[in-house]
């Protein structure tokens, strides 16, 4: 029987165990805070930001190397045909070419003259002491 009244006692404490509460009281102050917890999972990466300033411009480089040689030119016009070196003495002579002949030059040699063109072909000059007239003659195209 005491089994039975302890029972009974127990299931009469729970059932009126709320009736003979009192009013409740105030909060009590808070109490100590606990220790950190383990650290959390990394998170995503942000957006890009923009891009900073330009910076300053670098040390200029050293020369490229040479380039390739180009490509040779036209030919050029065909050059004076051989030609012939006349001469003169005196203190008046005149340097002449043969008819099929141009006077390309006529000068005095060393100096101490002149040579004047009289025509296509022909040169009057004047050299002084031992000095010699030159002309050279080619041959017309």
């Keep these: 029987m005491r089994i039975v009244s302890v029972a009974l006692l127990l299931v009469a404490s729970l059932a009126l165990g709320g009736c003979f509460e009192g009013k409740q009281g105030p909060t009590g102050p808070a109490g100590l805070a606990g220790s950190p917890g383990p650290k959390g999972d990394k998170g995503d990466p ?7 300033p330009a910076g300053p411009a670098g040390a200029r480089g050293d020369a490229g190397a040479a380039g390739a040689a180009g490509a040779a030119g036209p ?11 006349v001469t003169c003495t005196g203190a008046t002579c005149a340097v002449k ?10 000068r ?4 101490g003259g002149a040579c004047k063109f009289t025509g296509a072909s022909s040169a009057d000059c004047e050299a002084s002491g031992e000095a010699k007239a030159y002309g050279f003659c080619a041959t017309a195209n």
């Design 46 to 52: 942000g957006d890009r930001g923009p891009a900073g």
């Design 75 to 85: 030919a050029g016009p065909a050059g004076a045909a051989a030609g012939r070196v």
């Design 97 to 106: 070419c043969n008819a099929n002949e141009v006077l390309v030059s006529a």
């Design 108 to 111: 005095v040699a060393p100096e």
